[in-house]
């Protein structure tokens, strides 16, 4: 490293700085990066094939798959979705098939915000990743299941990754404070407990999000006879402005105690814990993706425009923002807290699960596979529109074919449902 090199990562936030290097310095993500677990075990023996991490940001997505490409000493490259395109992709797989040809050396592409891409642009990696001419991975904060083409899924393990724990956080914040190469070593910094307190509640889970926070406090602050307090008005100040008044204790509780409004009918109550979440920063989203959640799982078919109601403040709190947005989302948790109540399609949803775990080799019966239309009479399959849209025929597997899941409740437009005779329960 030159001068001129040294200087540029000098001058790097802190969150980059301090980006883990080996899987023993990666915070977060036990479940994956701990020792014994799959991810881990096919690291270590360099055998990870083409995969997606999936989770929020600042969870170590990146910093994984950098990780990942220096412990197997392969090249690792970089696009992001949203700026690169098929030419800048193909540009790296003739280069990866080079690299292996020449010196048996792999590749990894790291495509940030995989989703953005669509099903032409992901088309144009899929050859190199069945011929293994690069180790792809995806990164994105979308489920990939929803928000990318199939073909690419089918090629890749998922893995997902979760909000860093409080413990995590801090073990950032303290490595920040204590690293004298990277971080804060040489300074001479306090945290007030409750500054400390402060800047974890306040990260969301997202080490970027602490490590920036931290930056500022440290670079903001004055030295008073060679030390650097932050005391907690500084951390709020620092924090993007979001005065948090909640452990993360408090927070999971008033979570559930909004949703438990929610399906207790009580608007009021359900209106309170959500402007209290809001103003204390909790994300609006989050209260709206619980929404959507309880508006099929509480209110479900005995009102089944809840759910549509529900998304429509989803989409408006995505498209229009704060403070707009949450009008619609107040609109939609009146709503749903006032429709008539149904957990008739989350226990259909159980009761076939059940039945999914018991009976996953099931085969399907003849009269249901997948023939042409001749051969659909010759197997008995009675199309229902032959007979005036519906005709008793089965459709399950043979070992549950009299399985009842679904049962309507006598609560709101569920009441006027009517089963077939061989679906009734006595």
């Not at 700085?17 to 915070?27: A, G, H, Y």
């Not at 690299?99 to 990696?125: G, I, P």
């Not at 990260?203 to 907690?232: C, F, M, P, Q, Y």
């Not at 809001?278 to 209110?299: C, F, N, Q, T, Y």
């Amino acid at each position: 490293m030159n001068l001129f090199s040294e200087n540029i990562v000098k001058s790097a936030p802190l969150a980059e700085r301090m980006r883990p290097k080996t899987l023993d310095q990666f915070f977060g993500q036990p479940h994956l990066a701990k020792k014994g677990t799959l991810l881990r075990r096919a690291i270590e023996v360099d055998r990870l094939g083409s995969c997606i991490f999936y989770g929020p940001p600042g969870t170590g997505k990146t910093t994984l798959a950098s990780i990942i490409a220096k412990t197997t000493s392969s090249n690792f490259e970089i696009l992001n979705a949203v700026t690169s395109g098929v030419a800048d992709a193909k540009k790296i797989i003739e280069q990866a098939k080079k690299e292996l040809e020449m010196f048996n050396r792999k590749t990894y592409l790291l495509l940030d915000e995989c989703h953005r891409w669509n099903k032409a642009q992901s088309d144009a990696v899929l050859e190199a990743i069945e011929k293994g001419y690069i180790i792809f991975i995806g990164s994105t904060t979308e489920n990939p299941y929803t928000s990318m083409t199939r073909a690419i899924v089918s090629r890749c393990r998922v893995f997902e990754f979760k909000p860093l724990s409080k413990e995590d956080i801090q073990k950032v914040i303290d490595s920040a404070i204590s690293d004298k190469e990277r971080g804060f070593g040489n300074l001479n910094i306090e945290i007030e407990p409750e500054a400390n307190e402060h800047l974890v509640l306040t990260s969301g889970g997202d080490a970027r999000v602490v490590l920036g926070n931290l930056e500022l406090a440290v670079l903001s602050t004055k030295a008073v006879k060679g030390k650097i307090v932050i005391t907690k008005k500084i951390a709020k100040e620092c924090s993007s402005g979001r005065n948090l008044s909640l452990d993360s204790d408090l927070y999971y509780d008033m979570l559930s105690a909004f949703c438990k409004s929610l399906r207790g009918s009580d608007a009021d109550a359900a209106l309170y814990w959500s402007r209290r979440m809001i103003k204390a920063g909790v994300e609006p989203l989050i209260i709206a993706r619980r929404l959507v959640a309880h508006a099929s799982e509480d209110v479900g078919l005995a009102n089944s425009q809840a759910l549509v109601v529900s998304i429509s403040a989803l989409t408006a709190i995505e498209k229009m923002g704060i403070p707009e947005g949450l009008i619609p989302l107040s609109h939609a948790i009146i709503y749903v807290c006032m429709s008539p109540k149904s957990n008739s399609v989350i226990n259909a949803m159980h009761l076939a699960d059940n039945d999914v775990e018991k009976t996953f080799n099931g085969a399907v019966p003849d009269h249901l596979k997948n023939y042409n239309y001749l051969n659909e009479k010759r197997k008995k399959y009675k199309y229902p529109h032959d007979f005036g849209g519906y005709i008793e025929q089965q459709y399950l597997p043979d070992e549950i074919k009299d399985h009842v899941y679904y049962v309507p409740s006598n609560n709101g437009a569920e009441k006027s449902i009517v089963l077939p005779k061989s679906k009734k329960v006595d």
